[in-house]
């Protein structure tokens, strides 16, 4: 099955820890990216990466942290620093189309 | 940077009537707007798009307007039924620099049966 994997679905974090999400995709695109969605708030763009071994701040960066190591893989690590990090994540990739975003099917993390 | 404006927040209408979901954009330069629609607790999937080259576009049910002098766009969902009940997201892009769309932050449409 071709597409964008998420894992784990459903994620808790307890009070000063870091989490890691994973997003792998074999579509063989270039880009990939991490949203976040809380209720009424939309798509809010955490980090993007257009080509391996790069990547760019989003609008609300603070927090969080990212990878690019393989062209297949772009993991979001939720650090202790990100106080409300209680949110649906979302991963997205992007072909030579750019403007067309594919997604994963998202991660919810929780506090506990 | 661009801002896109989406209404209403929540719509909800009868099965059968039509659905019209409205975007503003502030970016004169973005030329490309999809629309994504995420059902309850699934990933957010296009359904259409539009470029800024063409003023309207058509598949079955549902169709986007463009308007760039006046700078937004809408979509159109008709004889709706209740598996179009969904959250929809506007976007614009950019042509230039990161390509990054911005999303609105989403209509709740439901239909009732």
């Known amino acids: 099955d071709g597409g964008i994997t998420q894992s784990p679905k459903y994620l808790f974090r307890k009070e000063g820890q870091n989490v890691t999400l994973s997003c792998e995709q074999n579509?063989?695109?270039?880009?990939m990216y991490w949203y976040r969605q809380d209720p009424g708030q939309g798509l809010r763009l955490i980090y993007y990466s257009q080509i391996v071994n790069d990547f760019q701040k989003g609008d609300i960066a603070e927090g969080y942290s990212v990878s690019r190591e393989k062209k297949e893989s772009f993991p979001l690590t939720v650090t202790s620093a990100q106080k409300n990090p209680t949110a649906f994540y979302l991963c997205?990739?992007?072909?030579?189309?750019?403007?067309?975003?594919?997604f994963g099917s998202g991660t919810q993390l929780s506090v506990l | 940077g661009e801002n896109v404006e989406q209404h209403p927040s929540t719509l909800s209408v009868q099965e059968g009537d039509s659905a019209v979901i409205k975007c503003t954009y502030s970016d004169s330069a973005s030329n490309y707007f999809p629309w994504y629609k995420q059902e309850l607790g699934k990933r957010p999937q296009l359904i259409i798009d539009?470029?800024?080259?063409?003023g309207e576009k058509k598949d079955q049910r549902i169709a986007v307007t463009l308007n760039k002098t006046a700078k937004h766009f809408s979509l159109h969902i008709t004889e709706t039924q209740p598996e179009d009940s969904a959250v929809y997201f506007c976007?614009?892009?950019?042509?230039?620099?990161?390509?990054?769309?911005?999303f609105g932050r989403g209509t709740s449409l439901i239909v009732h049966p």
């Open positions: 976007a614009a892009s950019p042509p230039r620099g990161s390509y990054i769309p911005t």
């Open positions: 539009i470029r800024s080259n063409v």
């Open positions: 997205a990739s992007s072909g030579r189309q750019i403007q067309k975003l594919f």
């Open positions: 579509l063989n695109h270039d880009a």
